[in-house]
């Protein structure tokens, strides 16, 4: 059995979106077997994920560029 400290709902929607791209890669490639089936959606889940986690990387990115810029733009601080 898993241990998760996730909620159910949380662990029903995993396992529902597993479930869900299993089946649309079955019906886009039926002669692929269970097991390259479950390498297949677990690689192109990995896939997302780093780009997901890239494109988060590049926001942050921007978001302190931004910062820095308007920090440039306020006139200096004073210290009272």
Excluded: G, W
């Excluded at 986690?53 to 990115?61: F, I, K, R, Y």
């Amino acid at each position: 059995s898993l241990v998760s400290d996730k909620p159910l709902d949380y662990i029903n929607q995993a396992a529902a979106l597993i479930d869900s791209s299993l089946k649309e890669l079955k019906a886009k490639a039926p002669q692929v077997d269970e097991k390259r089936a479950a390498v297949l959606v677990a690689l192109q889940m990995a896939h997302k994920f780093l780009e997901t986690e890239s494109a988060q990387e590049t926001c942050q990115n921007h978001a302190l560029q931004l910062v820095e810029l308007i920090q440039k733009a306020l006139p200096p601080r004073v210290e009272f």
